[in-house]
């Protein structure tokens, strides 16, 4: 398998544009996890899917930030309007109930 | 809510030093998780458990679930070994992990 996969890796975008982050989760993994990277937070679960179904959202910042997962293969994070502050590491993981967790080589947002 | 601290948070040590990185935890857990960062790069799971101790090479991870503490060893230090340590904890009946703070370690040739 090609592991979580995930595009773009480096996006440069001015504030108030539209970003939209992809992910491919690992085939037969049913628990799909977005999370955000800062020097000054570290690791942040935002959202966490299971069989599709958004399961815990609260760690999503504001209402700028949605996140989907149309099917088991395919799982977005938009951020609408971007500001500056929500420069970071995207990640996203994935992991079959009680298996160990894999994530993806991460989006690198930088908002100006 | 689990609160998870790493000690410490940087070690920089000779090339072939035993390394010992060690990972605290206030609540118990279904299953404690460590995960490697090199500078730059993506999150690798190393260890998944839940009891007892797992090695994988020169890594070996252990956990003690009544003192809630866990530990990762790496013997025969290499640089290629440098890299952030991150220490995640899983609560029963959870997906979600919590992570510490993460330690950096850095192998001098």
């Known amino acids: 398998d090609a592991g979580v996969i995930q595009s773009p890796r480096h996006e440069v975008t001015e504030m108030g544009q539209e970003v939209t982050l992809r992910c491919k989760p690992i085939s037969g993994h049913n628990s799909l996890f977005w999370y955000r990277q800062t020097m000054m937070r570290g690791l942040e679960l935002l959202i966490y899917f299971n069989n599709n179904v958004p399961i815990d959202d609260s760690g999503m910042p504001e209402d700028r930030f949605s996140a989907k997962m149309p099917n088991a293969s395919f799982s977005t994070l938009k951020i609408q309007p971007s500001e500056p502050r929500d420069s970071a590491v995207y990640f996203c993981?994935?992991?079959?109930?009680?298996?160990?967790?894999?994530f993806g080589e991460g989006s690198w947002l930088t908002v100006v | 809510k689990n609160e998870v601290e790493q000690s410490p948070q940087n070690l920089t040590a000779q090339e072939g030093e035993f390394i010992t990185i060690n990972c605290s935890y206030s609540v118990g857990i279904s299953a404690l998780h460590w995960l490697q960062q090199h500078p730059g790069g993506g999150i690798v799971s190393l260890f998944m458990l839940s009891s007892g101790k797992k090695k994988h090479g020169r890594l070996i991870a252990t956990i003690n679930i009544q003192e809630k503490h866990s530990s990762l060893h790496i013997t025969a230090s290499h640089p290629r070994d440098s890299a952030v340590y991150i220490c995640?904890?899983?609560?029963?009946?959870?997906?979600?992990?919590?992570f510490g703070t993460g330690t950096r370690l850095t192998i001098i040739p």
């Open positions: 993981a994935s992991r079959s109930s009680g298996n160990t967790i894999y």
């Open positions: 995640a904890v899983a609560n029963f009946g959870n997906e979600k992990l919590t």
